[in-house]
């Protein structure tokens, strides 16, 4: 688990038209799932993937909306202030098309608890 540049990841989104954000949202979901302790009951990020391209994007807003609910209880777990409406926001974001936003976000919140030596 590292940190993340966020205005990188964003701009290899856009440079490589949408790969290194498939990239991204499945090491989202990893990380997420190792920092609320999650690794076994969780989705992995390759199946979460794979569900959001078999249900054409509906398993992506359920997705959302669970990584802001799995960001507050790894908040939570080290004593953070947990934020209930970050899970709504993601949810929003991702119905109205705006993902990359909610993967910034999320990189933001990961970013928070990861220690810093470990930088991309």
Known sequence: MQQRNIGVSIFLSIITCGIY????FIVLSDDTNNLSG???DG?????A???TIVT????G???AYKQGEKINEAK???GMAADSSSS???LVLQIFGFGIVAYALMQNEINKMVPPAQTF
């Open 88 to 90: 709504i926001l993601y």
């Open 49 to 51: 993937f794979l569900l």
């Open 76 to 78: 939570v777990q080290r």
């Open 38 to 40: 999650h690794n076994t």
């Open 56 to 59: 054409c994007g509906i398993y």
């Open 61 to 63: 807003i359920y997705w």
């Open 43 to 47: 989705t992995s990020g390759g199946v």
């Open 21 to 24: 954000a498939i990239y991204w």
